[in-house]
Every structure is written in C-alpha cells, then in structure tokens.
T-cell receptor, first 116, second 112 residues
C-alpha cells in the first residue's frame, strides 16, 4: 500500500523568504514522487517529479524538491517566495510495483500563503 | 493549458437528480482518471479507464458510474444526487516520460 502525508494544512511565508512545503510518504518499494499545484478554480498542474537519480529535483516556476530516502520525505522548496506562488500544493506518490494502473495517492494538500 | 478538457464548468442541480460530466483526454493519451475534490475529503480517486476498459476502481459510490468511448472521451454519471455530492470533479490523463497526470479544469457540481 502507498500513502502520503502533508503535515501542514497551511504555510505562511513572507515574499522574498525561502519556503518549504513538507511531504512524507510510505511505499513498499522505490517511490515515484510528484508535486502538483492548484490555483483557485483551476485543475492541478504538474510541478516536478522524482523517479530516480539526483535527490534534488528542479521543476517549474523555480521550485525544487529534495528526495530523502532515509526520512521518506520529499519536501518542496523555493529559495525566494513570490506572492503569485500562493496556491494549494499537493504531494503524490506512486508505487511502480503497483502495475499498469498508475494510480497515485495524493496528500490532502497544503495551502501556501505568501504575504507581500 | 493541460490539453485535457472537461464540460460543463459548472453544474447546479437538485437532490435526487442525475447528471453527466464529460472529459476528453490529451491527444494520444489512452487513460482517463476521475477524481472528486471536496473540502473534507481532499482529492479522492474514483475510477480509471484505459482504452475503453475499466482499469482501476477507487472510492466510487454505486450511484456513480463511468465509461470511456471509442474516441477516448469519458463520461462520469452521477445519479440520485445528494447534498454531499457537491464537489469539484476532475479528470486527468497520463502521459509524458514518466506517466505524470495532466488534469482538466474540473466541473464544479452544486447539489441544492
């Protein structure tokens, strides 16, 4: 079974400061990990993914995420937050051993609020 | 723009009614996934179709059903609607190098 947890419902950060949105996961094998962003009244947009290789993954809009196998974490980061980054962020995990259905499990989402 | 289209954008109906939501995947994608997003339940996977066949089932109620047609568009049918069915319904298709999901803009269903 696969699961993902986003321990914070909301993260507040001042514009220009670094931001971190936390995600931890549980899978039986090596995980495929994803981050998505959802702006108000929009669908989820893919930000970045980790499949294998370098633990630091770079994605869209200046976001990056760090895979930490020992801590089973995949935290989303950005060095300098923008007000326009304010949105709902979802972490997702898929166990590649789950076969051909490719069903990821999504976290409950973290609302990021960047204050001017 | 993800390339996944959904209609209608908004739907307002009454309890006990039946509605149909429509989704067209990205060109070339064979899989369609349906999700329900509500404030209290988060993003819940409902059902997946692949090239016309049901592939996986999640937390889908018996009052809900779906199908995928030969042109690969999919419809989600919701019947005997209840107030609690009010939610955003998303469909997604998979593609890219590692099968990331591309989401449509969603249909907001309001049951009065």
């Amino acid at each position: 079974a696969q699961s993902v947890a986003q321990p914070e419902d909301q993260v507040n950060v001042a514009e220009g400061n670094p931001l971190t949105v936390k995600c931890t996961y549980s899978v039986s094998g090596n995980p495929y990990l994803f981050w998505y962003v959802q702006y108000p009244n929009r669908g989820l947009q893919f930000l970045l993914k980790y499949i294998t290789g370098d633990n630091l993954v770079k994605g869209s809009y200046g976001f990056e995420a760090e895979f930490n196998k020992s801590q089973t974490s995949f935290h989303l980061k950005k060095p300098s937050a923008l007000v326009s980054d304010s949105a709902l962020y979802f972490c997702a995990v898929r166990d590649p051993a789950s076969g051909g259905s490719y069903i990821p499990t999504f976290g409950r989402g973290t609302s990021l609020i960047v204050h001017p | 723009d993800s390339g996944v289209t959904q209609t209608p954008k908004h739907l307002i109906t009454a309890t006990g009614q039946r509605v149909t939501l429509r989704c067209s995947p990205r060109s070339g994608d064979l899989s369609v996934y349906w999700y329900q997003q509500s404030l209290d339940q988060g993003l819940q996977f409902l059902i997946q179709y692949y090239n016309g066949e049901e592939r996986a089932k999640g937390n889908i109620l018996e009052r809900f059903s779906a199908q995928q047609f030969p042109d690969l568009h999919s419809e989600l049918n919701l019947s005997s609607l209840e107030l609690g069915d009010s939610a955003l319904y998303f469909c997604a298709s998979t593609g890219g190098a590692n099968n990331e999901q591309f989401f449509g803009p969603g249909t907001r269903l309001t049951v009065l």
